[in-house]
């Protein structure tokens, strides 16, 4: 079984997310949780530094806020994000940023966070998930993390029945 930093990711977020984002378990124990699930201890630890990479991130973001940007401002990708980020990832991007879902500064920070995956190109479903890691770890953004966690879990659902 090929499993990345992103299967660890998601499975943590699926098994943990009730816990809220205060919770901080012990990494020992969850290493070796995620090791009887079938993960990689390599992976695994390149999973726990994704997440403390986040947490730096919101700290800094939190310390040092920026206005957002102009409303009306596009964002240009760069040849290596376009690699990662298809047509379709872009485009949800943009239509999560044009909702109200997704401000600069988040967006911002989802493209980071993407960028720290090793995968060379995401799919939409990814993307989603990395979203919501992401807005799930930011303060004061409770309707968009609802938004986008009712998409994802519907979708799940769908592909269920």
């Keep these: 079984m090929k499993e990345n930093v992103l299967d660890i990711l998601m499975y943590l977020f699926e098994n ?3 816990e809220g984002p205060e919770f901080h378990p012990d990494q020992e124990s969850l290493t070796t949780e995620l090791t009887q699930a079938g993960f990689a201890k390599r992976e695994i630890s390149k999973a726990f530094s994704w997440l403390e990479d986040l947490s730096t991130l919101r700290a800094q973001a939190v310390q040092a806020p920026c206005n957002g940007g102009s409303a009306r401002a596009l964002r240009h990708y760069t040849a290596l994000e376009m690699e990662k980020l298809n047509e379709e990832c872009r485009g949800f991007m943009l239509f999560m940023e044009q909702g109200g879902v997704l401000d600069s500064p988040t967006r911002e920070l ?5 960028m720290a995956l090793e995968i060379e190109e995401l799919s939409l479903e990814q993307l989603k998930w990395v979203m919501l890691m992401v807005l799930f770890n930011q303060p004061d953004q409770d309707y968009a993390y609802s938004v986008l966690e009712d998409l994802v879990f519907d979708e799940m659902q ?3 029945h």
Excluded at 110 to 114: A, E, G, P
């Design 110 to 114: 989802v493209i980071d966070r993407v």
């Design 16 to 18: 943990y997310m009730d």
């Design 158 to 160: 769908g592909h269920l």
